[in-house]
């Protein structure tokens, strides 16, 4: 398969290529300076490309994805930080019969990690209290992270709550998430920490191996289990 990785350069990007080659994969890379205002997503850029994977900023991502899906260039999203945008991406996405798949994390343990949280969130209808703690390294751009939300959704939607999320930036933390439930009686603690960037990067690929061929807005929680997880 042919991959275009944009961001390539940065620590995701360059680890998420090198397991792509493991898996046989060809890879092609764009970093920013490269492709500032999403220059370089040409037409003649995209030919031949099965999947373009996107591990770039928050201020470059919607660009990039307005121009790939432009020109019907399947796409996998890692970037966080423009999930305001979701509706209009997605409305983009099916008018053009692209296929396109966005995540907050594309780690295993991060999504089923959702699935904790869903079991639990309901005990804030028995008269506890939560909140969620993220922390990342200190070069993250967005804050709260792209997880942080998504298990404030997760909340949201099995439990009707709203909770607050404290975000943490120190030294090069990977990435930690808490969400704690309390209340008079006792104190419900649920915490994923990663210890490197590995299963990140191994979720980003599979996800495109998975995308590739198909048309359609999709979100990793939704089709992980597809992979045989």
């Known amino acids: 398969m042919n991959l275009l990785i944009l961001g390539g350069r940065g620590k995701m990007g360059s680890l998420l290529a090198e397991l792509a080659r493991e898996r046989g994969h060809n890879i092609t890379v764009l970093d920013e300076p490269e492709n500032t205002g999403a220059r370089a997503l040409t037409r003649d850029a995209l030919q031949g ?9 928050p201020h470059a991502v919607l660009e990039n994805i307005a121009a790939c899906v432009a020109l019907r260039a399947n796409m996998v999203v890692g970037t966080t930080g423009w999930y305001g945008e979701i509706p ?3 409305a983009l996405v099916n008018q053009s019969g692209v296929g396109f798949l966005y995540a907050a994390n594309f780690s295993i343990g991060v999504n089923l990690f959702f ?5 639990a ?3 804030l209808r028995s008269g506890y209290s939560g909140k969620i703690l993220e922390t990342h390294h200190v070069h993250k751009k967005d804050a709260p992270s792209g997880t942080a939300v998504a298990i404030r959704n997760v909340v949201h939607d099995a439990a009707h709550a709203e909770l607050p999320i404290e975000s943490v930036r120190e030294g090069e933390v990977v990435g930690m998430h808490q969400l704690t439930l309390d209340s008079a009686g006792d104190t419900i603690t649920l915490v994923h920490e990663a210890k490197s960037r590995r299963g990140f990067a ?3 690929v599979r996800a495109a191996e998975w995308l590739r061929g198909k048309t359609g807005f999709y979100d ?3 089709i992980f289990r597809e992979l045989g997880c």
Do not use: L, N
């Not at 490309?49 to 900023?57: A, E, G, H, Q, R």
């Not at 699935?115 to 079991?119: K, N, S, T, Y």
């Open 115 to 119: 699935d904790i949280v869903r079991a």
């Open 49 to 57: 490309v099965d999947v373009v994977v996107d591990f770039t900023t």
């Open 121 to 123: 969130a309901p005990a």
């Open 220 to 222: 990793f929680k939704d």
């Open 88 to 90: 209009r991406i997605k």
């Open 202 to 204: 191994e979720g980003a």
